[in-house]
T-cell receptor, first 115, second 113 residues
Framework: DVKVTQSSRYLVKRTGEKVFLECVQD?????MFWYRQDPGLGLRLIYF???????EKGDIPEGYSVSREKKERFSLILESASTNQTSMYLC??????????????FGPGTRLLVL | TQLLEQSPQFLSIQEGENLTVYCNSS?????LQWYRQEPGEGPVLLVT?????EVKKLKRLTFQFGDARKDSSLHITAAQPGDTGLYLC?????????????FGQGTTLQVKP
């Protein structure tokens, strides 16, 4: 079974702190994604990566950065956390795009509260 | 504005009832996926539909992709409490060279015993 793990299930941080969210997948997938999930808005793509050291902006990249130094690991960084970044953060991975039908496998999510 | 509009956003029904969730867009999609998410977990893929007019069945769940590939529906027959969860549709726009998924807002389903 594909496994995507996220470093924390719950995090509480203060405004202005630097926050690291880690994601690891064990299926040798090329693609990895970071989403945030807010009620009524579904999942919105923050960043994705299709290879080591490669990254592409998603729909809402402002205030975030990412790092992919190894194929299995994709990190999301909040440079200076703000209260409007309180949300559920979901990491996902998939095989390289070949048919447009690739399944995305999700981690359990990190619920982040910024005070 | 949402590229994929899901309706209804909330649904609370009694066990044994039937229901349909809709996913609509003005854009054409290469494929459309349905995910289900339980509290405290990430979404899990239920099905992918690829061909316009395609119908797929998964036990009591029936998924349909519109002929024009702009919409999809999920029909649940005789809902059970175990069907409770958040249902998300997601599609890959045509054309796309990235395979990025566009998600709908989600439908929260509660099935009462």
């Amino acid at each position: 079974d594909v496994k995507v793990t996220q470093s924390s299930r719950y995090l509480v941080k203060r405004t202005g702190e630097k926050v690291f969210l880690e994601c690891v997948q064990d299926m040798d997938h090329e693609n990895m994604f970071w989403y945030r999930q807010d009620p009524g808005l579904g999942l919105r793509l923050i960043y994705f990566s299709y290879d080591v050291k490669m990254k592409e902006k998603g729909d809402i990249p402002e205030g975030y950065s990412v790092s992919r130094e190894k194929k299995e690991r994709f990190s999301l960084i909040l440079e200076s956390a703000s209260t409007n970044q309180t949300s559920m953060y979901l990491c996902a991975s998939s095989l390289w795009f070949t048919s447009g039908q690739e399944t995305q496998y999700f981690g359990p999510g990190t619920r982040l509260l910024v005070l | 504005t949402q590229l994929l509009e899901q309706s209804p956003q909330f649904l609370s029904i009694q066990e044994g009832e039937n229901l349909t969730v809709y996913c609509n867009s003005s854009s054409v999609f290469s494929s459309l996926q349905w995910y289900r998410q339980e509290p405290g977990e990430g979404p899990v893929l239920l099905v992918t539909v690829v061909t316009g007019g395609e119908v797929k069945k998964l036990k009591r769940l029936t998924f349909q992709f519109g002929d024009a590939r702009k919409d999809s529906s999920l029909h649940i027959t005789a809902a059970q409490p175990g069907d409770t969860g958040l249902y998300l549709c997601a599609g890959v726009l045509r054309p796309s060279n990235t395979g990025k998924l566009i998600f709908g807002q989600g439908t929260t389903l509660q099935v009462k015993p």
